[in-house]
């Protein structure tokens, strides 16, 4: 059971190349999020998937756009990477998005963008 | 505007003292408040979730308690293996979003 992982672990890009973050869960959760961490600041949600076959945005979606592939996966991806998005990525899942159902997160992958 | 604010943003203690990391919260109706612990490099891990004024939690060594403006997490008598960053998020009623505060670094010296 290896909860949620996340792939890559590290990746550096230059401006304006693109990338995809991947994410599995095998809880058979019906939420999963993509977040991004940066110092200072607390947590900010970029999508979220209420279940699936649904996504949505959320604080800080420009620059992203998500796949909710199928219920264990949802992808995130930077169509043309910007220094700005340097930071650390995590997915989360939960069985629902009511404040019963605690997230569990991956990871993370740390990106820089040169 | 929804928002959650932690302190302090670092905290220094000797193992075996005690203290309280603060988490003060605006928000228009609250369904949750959540404690998350994260060891560096890694991802946060979830604590514990409160849901009312009053309410109080425990789990080893730490206790969480929430009023209707802030949640404390008490540490009592703390161990090195405790060093990590606390964060809180909370959950407004309006939607299912979580808004995060920025955390508060421990560290527990031997």
């Known amino acids: 059971n290896a909860g949620v992982t996340q792939t890559p672990k590290f990746q550096v890009l230059k401006t304006g190349q693109s990338m995809t973050l991947q994410c599995a869960q095998d809880m058979n959760h019906n939420s999963m999020y993509w977040y991004r961490q940066d110092p200072g600041m607390g947590l900010r949600l970029i999508y979220y998937s209420a279940s699936e076959g649904t996504t949505d945005k959320g604080e800080v979606p420009n620059g992203y756009n998500v796949s909710r592939l199928n219920k264990r996966e949802f992808s995130l991806r930077l169509e043309s990477a910007a220094p700005s998005q340097t930071s650390v990525y995590f997915c989360a899942s939960s069985a629902s998005t009511g404040s019963s159902y605690e997230q569990f997160f991956g990871p993370g992958t740390r990106l820089t963008v040169l | ?110």
């Open chain 2, 1 to 110: 505007e929804d928002q959650v604010t932690q302190s302090p943003e670092a905290l220094r203690l000797q193992e075996g003292e005690s203290s309280s990391l603060n988490c003060s919260y605006t928000v228009s109706g609250l369904r949750g408040l959540f404690w998350y612990r994260q060891d560096p490099g890694k991802g946060p891990e979830f604590l514990f979730t409160l849901y009312s004024a009053g309410e109080e939690k425990e789990k080893e060594r730490l206790k969480a308690t929430l009023t209707k403006k802030e949640s404390f997490l008490h540490i009592t008598a703390p161990k090195p293996e405790d060093s990590a960053t606390y964060l809180c998020a909370v959950q407004a009623a309006s939607n299912y979003q979580l808004i995060w505060g920025a955390g508060t670094k421990l560290i527990i010296k031997p």
